[in-house]
């Protein structure tokens, strides 16, 4: 009950706004014209203006009303002004309501004072101004904001609702004109007035519906995010599908009126009967597909955005996949006479309405040619789905995760995938579908997380692969694809040196919870925006040389704000973490370490040295630097490469320049995908 009556409310405030708005501008439109005064329709209109500002204060009271009850899960508060004031007290959102309360309060004398004192069109502007200015208050409490509390997620979403407000609330004003025409003049005759109200109305439309689409794209874009697959899975994506398929109608609509109607109406100055009730239905159908417009506009603002909707149950068999299907010279050929016969179909579509061509190269032709295009460019780049192709992993990418995966995957997958998931087991060559390389090929990026939990849970081939559903738990499954991750990972990181590529972060290092020998302890995502950090993996005596080195070190690198994080890599007695504290001043890591160990073993390849075969030779010392961000951006193996960072200068030089980047990505997120 409470959700209805916060929709309806909801409703009524909106739909009262922007009537205000568009009426505003168009009666401004007509009063210049001095036809406001003459026309019983606009006239209406004009006394409309106080009733829909009383409409809108009484809209945003239901809203108080029913947000209080729905933010303190009582009921009863929906009926409770004590509870409302309490609301409006104590959280952000009432402060915007009491500001949007306000400014109706204004509009609603500004309308008064246009209804009840004839004269200049500016009345009308500044009640459109100060109605604007309540529909952009509230924008400060919609999904955008939200998401990020600044001018640039805000103003695309203000001016989407501005801007149709001007068109949706002078849709009236328009039928206004039209009636009066036809009723006063039974031949269809119109007034060179009306007939000029009309086209600078539809002249003010076109550039407005350009801006419409413009910022609703922008701010769809912020609230689908990556997450297109939600667009045909969620609330969130049907409603917006809806919305964009009745703005279609209504576009097409629009840019008939404007492009044949009312040039047609200008040479003839004439809406004989049979013209003026064709165009009074279509704009009338206009009109109620705008009013279904902001109703599921209404219902769009309460969902919760499909980038935070989580997609547990895919309906579909296939999916659309660039990534997995662009690497295919055929694939690419194919939807590239795709796109080209779908240009062809629109080409025809316009030269037959403008050249009056007949039936069979007008509507036969383009219909098939638009299909066959259809075809041509969607079916090569689809690939087969699963009700988990999109489901989140629930697990997060972190060292844990993934060292128990390497555990699974050493016990149970090694004679078929190989020690490495090469595809190069012991029984590769005798099963009838030869293992899939997973470390060098791009399966991992082609596929979804989901898709792997998928053929874990059920096998895949026919058998071939067998079922793991009973055999392991469903986080042991997500385990295993995180580890499958971490080492496709690990072969894709041999391009990283001890030289950082400036500005071009696109590793993303797993996470790993860490205590040390002197009691501190956290993850490495807690380094995210205010320390780079420096991961030193070394062996004990053998990097003795090294530490010594670091040691010497440690003051500079840490004045130049960067945390050093040491791991042991074999394992080392509480005695020996105790001498060698004494010995080091650096933080060794004493719980986590053997996690870290196995998760980061995975990042050992180099160009020169890619350990491609048998079950891999894990470096004696290996050292990481993350920038701030939570991005790997280089790394140091002494076997076999340059001094690297034994030149200390080298070292401080790199963690200088990470220091001087601003954030380019986003920080990478805790899950794959």
Known sequence: MIEVAGALFRFLQLASNMMLIGGCVFLAIAEGKSLSSDNPYLIRLKRALPWLAITLLLGLLGLLAATTAQATGVSEHLWNPG???DFLHKTRIGYIWTLRETSALAVWGLAWFARTSPGASWRYIVCAIAASLTLAIGSFASH???????????????????????????????????????????????????????????????PLMIGIVATGLVVADRMVGANYAALFATTYGWLLNTKLTLLAVILSIAGRAHFVWLPSLERTGNLAPPVSDHLRKKLTVEFSLAVLLVVVATLLANAVPAKHETIDHWPYPFRFSIDATWGDWLVQTVVCIGVALLILTGTMIVLGRTRQWGVLRRIVIPAFLGLLGMASTFYPIAVQSYPETYRKTPVPFDAISIANGAGLFAANCIPCHGPQAKGNGVLAKTLPKEPVDLLTEPHTAMHTAGDFFHWLTYGRFNGVMPAFGEKFSEEERWDLLNFLHANARGYQARIINSRILPEQPYMVPPNFSYSTQDGSSGTLKDFRGTQSVLLVLFSWPESKERLAQLQTAYSAISGTNTAVLAVPVNDLSPHDIEALSAYLPLPIVTQGASEVTRSYALFRRTITKPDLFGDGALPAHMEFLFDRFGFLRARWIPEGETPGWTDLGLLQQQIQQLSREGEILPPPGDHVH
Do not use: C, D, N
């Not at 001018?151 to 203000?158: E, H, K, R, S």
């Not at 007034?191 to 009309?198: A, F, K, W």
């Open 144 to 206: 955008p904001a939200a998401e990020e509390q600044s001018i640039v997620a805000i103003l695309p979403y203000a001016l989407h609702l501005i801007g149709a407000s001007v068109w949706f609330g002078g849709l009236p004003g328009v039928l206004a004109v039209l009636l009066h025409a036809t009723h006063t003049h039974p031949q269809g005759s119109m007034e060179r007035s009306g007939i000029t109200i009309l086209k600078q109305f539809s002249s003010l439309a076109l």
């Open 83 to 85: 509870a409302w004031l």
